[in-house]
Nanobody
Framework: QVQLVESGGGLVQAGGSLRLSCAASGRSFSSKAMGWFRQAPGKEREFVSAISSSGDRIYYTDSVKGRFTISRDNAKNTVYLQMNSLKPEDTAVYYC??????????????WGQGTQVTVSS
């Protein structure tokens, strides 16, 4: 079982930066791929980024490539999402998710409560 708690969201002006953190409890964090999703009001949840358990496989959706960076620290049971050059369209609730395996970036079994990111124009 993995429990996830996100932090680092907030209000930022367009062009600014935020770093989201997701702290995981449980001993299996280092064996799980981890992902970040987001959901804007009235929209479906969107897959933003993911990282394999060892960090050697990484995914970004096209709209965040070159602006967002995902990383993980297995010693701290934490995954990060560094978000630079933020745009108003990045406004959403961001969710951390724990993967089913260490290498599969597409299937997730564990979810955090979410953290709000608001980008003002």
């Amino acid at each position: 079982q993995v429990q996830l708690v996100e932090s680092g969201g907030g209000l930022v002006q367009a062009g600014g930066s935020l770093r989201l953190s997701c702290a995981a409890s449980g001993r299996s964090f280092s064996s799980k791929a981890m992902g970040w999703f987001r959901q804007a009001p009235g929209k479906e949840r969107e897959f933003v980024s993911a990282i394999s358990s060892s960090g050697d496989r990484i995914y970004y959706t096209d709209s965040v490539k070159g602006r967002f960076t995902i990383s993980r620290d297995n010693a701290k049971n934490t995954v990060y999402l560094q978000m630079n050059s933020l745009k108003p369209e990045d406004t959403a609730v961001y969710y951390c998710a724990g993967g089913r395996t260490g290498w599969d970036l597409w299937n997730y079994d564990y979810w955090g409560q979410g953290t709000q990111v608001t980008v003002s124009s």
